[in-house]
């Protein structure tokens, strides 16, 4: 009898009404507050790079001097989010979202009233400590606001979305504020952002903390914030210099040690950073390989595709920016796509699968000439392989952080948050590193020699798609669960 049923399987019913229902008005008040912050986060990534000739001309920055405009918040968000993660863990998850946001609008409006050079660079310090801040612990938040299952795979689809649309939206909405107002309103734009979602953030977020007191593991945070630090700038000191100069060579060097270093600390911790167990788990060691080579993927396809752009085709900084308008919109499909391709495959060959697409569309570039006619290949090629990088990412996501108790999110998100960053970070220098030595190996730098050092960079870019797709499919076994 259907009563006798109820009765006997109580817990069947109520599983069924949630998998029917949607989010709850306070879930989409603090999904928009959480992306809504994370996505200004992302555009600042890219944000200043078309207005950097700008910047260097007004506020008295040397040529030479330029690029630590963006490698100074490169560093901090990069560097700090593993470290700022765990604190969120042990501090409050809520409470270091909002102290991040509130440095992220002071660091704003002094980076955007900046008018020599030491008071930028602060600025922009300040900017990357705020995202190390915020990015893990809105991660957090987000997966602690959604259980496990279909409404968790569509926050963190729009989530992923959101975070590489911003970086294809910040070269965009740079160059139309350069170009339309002024440099300084690329930092000016964050500050009613961060008063609106500090104002928002404090009734529709709940506090998420570990019920007993758990210490922070010091010298594992030191060990691998300075592994972190020195690995990020021996990756932008390569891609602005060389990768056999000594600086570059010793710094990657004192990253490697570091990180031998932190993992014996981890090894005998009593409270650690990171409990190496986790990381022998295929979904969290795979997920994040997975993610790391992502974002290497795309955004430094977005730096070779700027060269394409600018030096072969003629275009100038805004209308090469605007051109990325049809990326973004690929991977805000991506994103949505991502939660359905997971709920009828899984999250493994999701990422499989999208790398794969991925890996077709970036390769189809490899025919890109300096006929005018080719931005059409570009246009078409960039949107597929945005919803496939954003497919992705959306798999990593879901794979580096299921399976996990509540009290881990942060340092799972963290580690997650740390794999995009890194490869933000490490994308432009690899790729550049391919096209400086096809440049060096042809012996010259007019428009077919960087035509063919971009198609040789793509090239290897589509390979690093196909080595990521098959490497997933062989070593990641087990499958986040669902």
Request: glycine letters at 10%; proline letters at 5%.
């Amino acid at each position: 009898m259907p009563t006798s049923n109820k009765i006997s399987h109580p817990h069947v019913e109520p599983v069924t009404d949630v998998a029917k229902q949607g989010m709850t008005t306070r879930q989409r008040l603090a999904l928009i507050v959480l992306l809504g912050a994370s996505f200004t986060l992302a555009v600042d990534f890219s944000i200043l790079n078309v207005a950097l000739p700008a910047i260097g001309s007004d506020v008295g920055f040397s040529l030479e001097n330029l690029q630590w405009v963006a490698t100074a918040f490169a560093l901090c968000a990069a560097g700090l989010t593993l470290l700022f993660g765990r604190v969120a863990d042990l501090a409050g998850r809520r409470r270091m979202f909002l102290i991040g946001m509130a440095l992220l609008g002071v660091s704003s409006l002094a980076g955007g009233l900046a008018t020599e050079p030491a008071w930028l660079l602060l600025a922009r310090v300040g900017q990357g400590i705020a995202t190390a801040m915020v990015v893990p612990a809105a991660l957090s938040l987000l997966l602690v606001s959604f259980p496990e299952g279909p409404l968790r795979d569509r926050a963190l689809g729009l989530n992923g979305s959101l975070m590489a649309a911003g970086f294809t939206t910040g070269a965009i909405l740079g160059g139309l504020l350069t170009e339309l107002l002024s440099w300084r309103w690329a930092f000016f734009i964050n500050v009613p952002v961060a008063v609106a979602v500090l104002l928002i953030a404090p009734v529709v977020l709940a506090e998420s903390r570990p019920s007993s007191k758990v210490r922070l593991d010091v010298p594992g945070a030191i060990t691998v914030t300075l592994g972190l630090l020195t690995l990020v700038f021996g990756l932008t000191h390569a891609a602005e210099h060389s990768w056999t100069e000594p600086l570059t060579l010793g710094a990657l060097a004192a990253a490697v040690v570091l990180f031998a270093v932190f993992a014996r600390v981890e090894s005998r911790a009593p409270h650690p950073l990171v409990p190496l167990g986790i990381l022998k788990r295929p979904s969290v060691a795979w997920g994040n390989i997975a993610g790391v080579l992502a974002f290497v993927t795309e955004t430094s396809l977005v730096f070779l595709l700027t060269l394409y752009l600018q030096q072969v085709l003629g275009y100038t900084p805004l209308a090469a920016g605007l051109s990325f308008a049809v990326l973004g919109l690929g991977t805000v499909l991506g994103g949505v796509l991502g939660p359905r391709v997971i709920a009828r495959v899984g999250s493994k060959r999701a990422i499989v699968y999208g790398f794969v697409v991925q890996a077709v569309a970036t390769g189809a570039l490899v025919w890109l000439s300096s006929d005018p006619a080719s931005l059409g290949l570009l246009l078409v090629a960039t949107f597929i392989g945005g919803v496939a990088n954003l497919v992705v990412i959306v798999g990593f996501m879901v794979t580096a952080t299921s399976g996990l108790p509540d009290s881990d999110q942060g340092m799972a998100t963290g580690l997650a948050t740390m794999s995009q960053q890194i490869g933000i970070t490490m994308g432009i220098p690899v790729m550049s590193a391919v096209f400086t030595a096809q440049l060096v190996a042809i012996g010259a730098s007019d428009a077919p020699a960087v035509l063919s050092g971009v198609t040789v960079a793509v090239g290897v870019n589509a390979a690093m798609c196909v080595a990521a797709a098959v490497a997933v499919a062989v070593f990641l076994r087990k499958p986040a669960s669902a």
